[in-house]
């Protein structure tokens, strides 16, 4: 299968190797583009076999799977350029989650879906979110299943749920990798404690959380209450957690999905089913 990408940016380059280190692709399979050649470039250096595009036309000439790994305000743009290039045998696939796929339908003559990765398949874990346009067969939708799989758990999900999934799956690490950062700084601060040694356990304790939640033994609130012994230090810390956070999480879903709207509005405007 000829697979092209538009785009290899940060998440773009991301799936490319992710997909390559899984043995999902082949380095020869696959065809890239990006405005800023050194990116390309930098990939192939990693990935020898891999083609460099020297236009749009090119890379969307030759891809049966062609990704689009650009950022919103780039999309419309992108899309008008293929709109005549491709053909209905086609299959395109954006990354970008304020486009549906209604609108990849309005706008391309082919058949379209969108995924939304997470830093975590580079490690072939996590999910990725997979949201299919209306032309896609049965055929089609479990071809790009088994390709996710690769680096994944394949997650289908509609378009009303598609920005609280991907603050949870996309965003997600790094949220959450901003509060164990602060989760260290507070204890180098506060202790004697350096911050090699204080990085070392806080790792080592995530990467055993995630252990005992996959495997099973605990539920969030049963892990909570079994650590938390009434009276004693956890219960301290977690007493603190519940001040100070408050309706933290709350308000960042709550922006989270302002910015998406609007983004999202902006957009529509430039498609021609909006």
């Given at each position: 299968m000829k697979v092209g990408f538009i785009g290899t940016g940060s998440m773009g380059t991301m799936l490319i190797e992710s997909l390559l280190d899984s043995k999902a692709l082949l380095q020869e399979d696959i065809r890239i583009i990006n405005r800023t050649p050194s990116k390309a470039e930098a990939l192939k250096n990693e990935y020898p076999a891999i083609a460099i595009a020297s236009s749009i036309e090119e890379v969307a000439r030759t891809s049966e799977?062609?990704?689009?790994?650009?950022?919103?305000?780039?999309?419309?743009?992108?899309?008008?350029?293929?709109?005549?290039?491709?053909?209905?045998t086609q299959t395109v696939i954006s990354i970008t989650s304020p486009v549906s796929v209604e609108a990849l339908d309005s706008e391309l003559p082919c058949k379209t879906a969108r995924i939304i990765p997470s830093i975590l398949n580079r490690a072939s874990s996590g999910s990725t979110l997979i949201s299919y346009g209306r032309r896609c067969?049965?055929?089609d939708k479990e071809r790009l299943r088994e390709?996710?799989?690769?680096i994944s758990e394949p997650l289908e999900i509609e378009e009303n749920i598609t920005?609280?999934?991907?603050?949870?799956v996309s965003c997600g690490p790094a949220f959450f990798s901003y509060l164990a950062q602060r989760f260290i700084d507070g204890a180098v601060n506060e202790t004697e404690i350096t911050r090699e040694d204080a990085t070392t356990l806080a790792t080592s304790m995530l990467i055993g959380l995630g252990k005992l939640l996959e495997e099973g033994h605990y539920t969030l609130p049963a892990l909570q209450q079994r650590v938390c012994v009434p009276g004693?230090?956890?219960?301290?810390?977690?007493?603190?957690?519940?001040?100070?956070?408050?309706?933290?999480?709350?308000?960042l879903f709550k922006k989270t999905h302002e910015k998406f709207a609007a983004e999202k509005k902006k957009l529509t405007c430039e498609f021609?089913?909006?």
């Open positions: 799977v062609l990704f689009l790994c650009v950022k919103p305000p780039e999309m419309p743009e992108v899309l008008k350029e293929l709109a005549p290039l491709l053909e209905p067969k049965k055929a390709l996710v799989a690769f920005r609280v999934s991907s603050d949870i004693g230090i956890t219960g301290v810390g977690i007493a603190v957690l519940e001040e100070e956070l408050g309706d933290g999480f709350d308000e021609t089913y909006g």
